[in-house]
């Protein structure tokens, strides 16, 4: 860089506006389900006080309203006991006429996660978390399955800068919720892939020789400029609340100037998240549809 040059500005990668597209999509969909006699519909289920969690479902809520979709909200309050948790999930997926099924994360304490997922039919969770869709991932069988909302969003504002096939990419975050799914979404796009961690130890020198950063560790601010090289694409799937403001697991500020192209938070990969889970509800109900 030339003495005194400014730094090349950053790219800002926005999901609000791919989500406008992904919901229109779905919009239409739904109106043709509707029309068919089979309206698809989403059945949500919050035990928890988490305030980001019951903040997602009242917003999954009202643009389902939106949309034209009937979204049913099964609050089952912080005091919920596991064999609540567990007949609900169970009934829901037992339930014809509902067609996919979200289980708002964290749960309260004392409720076990794991157990409530494997209660979730798989062709109907769409948020791609049980181990049947995972499983399928995995095996490269991506096409047959229902995938992590936000871990599809990720993979598409990637996309905005290119293929990933061949790209080296780092994936900061080995979480059920994102990292899991996307360690086999990206290698099934053929891409080069290095996980790191907790336990990672040097993490600047584990993710410098990689083109993309994706990160989803659930802690605010956590990886800044200290970490990247220049030129670095960083998809950031953080959602975390600072005193009443949202914000990303990666400082924006501190990377502004070094990374090429960033995600900002708000307005990259979270709106596309929460046009893409309407996009799985309309796969599943289409699914069910011609399997009758």
Avoid at 130 to 142: C, D, F, K, Q, V
Avoid at 170 to 190: D, E, S
């Amino acid at each position: 860089m030339i003495a005194n040059e400014a730094p090349a500005a950053t790219v800002k990668l926005r999901g609000d506006v791919l989500a406008k597209a992904v919901k229109q999509a779905a919009a239409e969909a739904a109106a043709r389900l509707a029309a068919s006699g089979a309206p698809p519909k989403m059945a949500v289920i919050l035990a928890s006080e988490d305030p980001a969690s019951v903040t997602y479902a009242e917003y999954k809520r009202k643009a389902a309203a939106a949309l034209g979709i009937q979204l049913d909200l099964h609050n089952l309050g912080p005091a919920a006991t596991q064999t609540e948790l567990l007949g609900a999930c169970r009934a829901l997926s037992a339930d014809a006429t509902v067609h996919g099924i979200v289980l708002e994360l964290p749960l309260a304490s004392g409720l076990n996660a794991d157990a409530a997922l494997d209660a979730i039919a798989p062709r109907k969770d769409i948020d791609g978390l049980t181990p049947w869709n995972l499983g399928l991932i995995a095996a490269g069988r991506e096409q047959d399955a229902l995938t992590s909302a936000t871990a599809q969003a990720c993979i598409l504002l990637a996309e905005t800068q290119g293929s990933l096939a061949g790209k080296r990419i780092a994936l900061i975050g080995r979480g059920r919720t994102v990292g899991r799914p996307l360690m086999g979404m990206l290698v099934n796009r053929h891409a080069t892939i290095t996980v790191c961690h907790t336990r990672t130890g040097h993490l600047s020198a584990a993710i410098a020789d990689c083109e993309i950063v994706m990160v989803a560790i659930g802690k605010a601010r956590q990886i800044n400029g200290s970490h990247l090289r220049p030129g670095q694409t960083v998809i950031d799937a953080g959602i975390n609340y600072i005193d009443g403001k949202l914000v990303g697991d990666v400082d924006g500020s501190s990377v502004e100037g070094i990374a090429a192209a960033l995600t900002p938070v708000p307005g990259g990969v979270g709106p596309l998240t929460s046009a893409l889970i309407f996009q799985n509800l309309i796969r599943a109900a289409e699914k069910s549809l011609h399997e009758r």
